[in-house]
Structure formats: C-alpha cells, structure tokens
C-alpha cells in the first residue's frame, strides 16, 4: 500500500525568507503524481504544485519549488520570500496515474513571522 | 458554481442519528471524490464516482457509510446509526478526469456528533 510521512508537525520561517517542507512517500509504482496542497483556517484545499513522477525536472510555480528524488522517494517543498500568506497547513499526497483517490500526509503546519 | 459547494457547512446531531452531506461539484467534472479529515489529521479517501458509478469505495470504513450520485452532478454522503468517532470534517473534491487533472476541493461540512 502506498503511505505519505511528513515528518515535521510544526515549521516556522521569518518573513521573505526562504524554507523547505520535507515528504517521503512509499509506493511500488513507477507512474504516479506527487502533489503539494495548501489548507489555510478556512478549510478550503488548494493545489500548490504537482510533479509528475516521470520527469526529471523537479516544477515550480512562481516561489514554490520542489526537489523531487525519486529513487529516495522524497519530495520536499521550497517556499522563498515567505509571506504572511504562506501561513497554513501543508499536506503532500501521492496519486497512482491510473487511480483517482489522493493519498495524503499528516500534514505540515507553517507559521511565518512578521 | 465557480467551486465545489457543500452544505450543510456545520452539522451537529446525536449518536444513533442518520446524516446526509451534499455536495455539488464543479459543473462538467465527471470525478467527485470524498474524503475525512480528522482533527490534526491529513485528509483520508473514502470513495469515489466517475459520473454516476462509484469507481472507488475502498475507503469506506463499514457499512454505515453510503454515498450516491444518481445523475453524475450532485452527491449526497449518508451515514446511519452516526458514533462519535464519525466527528470530522467531511471533505468533497471534483475533477474533470484522472491523470494529471487538479481535484478541486470544496470548504467541508465540519460533522460533530455529541
């Protein structure tokens, strides 16, 4: 079965500047979807970035970027210039390219200090 | 819409009650999705419809659990006999297909019961 570990519970990062999120994931899949979602207080899920499993070039999306390392089944997320906005919680999750169903982390929570 | 809607957005009933969640996905997407985010928890699957069939109910817990969606659009999320461990928020998503197309969240229905 495939599992997702994020493994810091709480982060914190200073205003504009930068920091990373980790992931691993475990899955005997070789064609699957990694993706980062942001939950702030008010419930709603929204995508960050999605990294296909097949490229080698790791996506970003203005300051969100990933480090994908597929062999070590890690994918970790980089926020620059953090901003007060950035301050939610951050799940990372995994999609089988042939399944529908998201299978999700424990989740991260990022405050940013002013 | 422009988003996923569910309602009720809160629900308190007692143990031993029955409760319906409705969701109404974006218009046009074939795929809706459910998913239980306990507290502090990440989001967990519970099943899935690809238009009218439910391609996926893995995830159902037990048979208390019963989702429909007679005509590919609105879904409704039953649960008989409610226990207290059902408490969570009830997330719904829909997408326009597998693959790499995003699943757009709804807000949740925050399920309590006492």
């Known amino acids: 079965a495939q599992t997702v570990t994020q493994s810091q519970p709480e982060m914190s990062v200073q205003e504009a500047e930068t920091v990373t999120l980790s992931c691993t994931y475990d899955t005997s899949e070789s064609d699957y979807y990694l993706f980062w979602y942001k939950q702030p207080p008010s419930r709603q899920m929204i995508l960050v970035i999605r990294q296909e499993a097949y490229k080698q070039q790791n996506a970003t999306e203005n300051r969100f970027s990933v480090n994908f390392q597929k062999a070590a089944k890690s994918f970790s997320l980089k926020i620059s210039d953090s901003q007060l906005g950035d301050a939610a919680m951050y799940f990372c999750a995994y999609r089988f390219n042939q399944g529908g169903k998201l299978i999700f982390g424990q989740g991260t929570e990022l405050s940013v200090k002013p | 819409g422009a988003g996923v809607s569910q309602t009720p957005s809160n629900k308190v009933t007692e143990k031993g009650k029955y409760v319906e969640l409705r969701c109404d996905p974006i218009?046009?997407?074939?795929?809706l999705y459910w998913y239980r985010q306990s507290l502090g928890q990440g989001p967990e699957f519970l099943i899935y419809f690809q238009g009218t069939g439910a391609a996926d109910d893995s995830g159902l817990p037990n048979d208390r659990f019963f989702a429909v969606r007679p005509e590919g659009s609105v879904s409704t999320l039953k649960i008989q006999r409610t226990e207290r461990g059902d408490s969570a928020v009830y997330l719904c998503?829909?997408?326009?297909?597998?693959?790499?197309?995003?699943?757009?969240f709804g807000p949740g229905t925050r399920l309590t019961v006492l």
């Open positions: 218009s046009g997407h074939t795929a």
């Open positions: 998503a829909s997408s326009s297909g597998l693959g790499r197309n995003e699943q757009f």
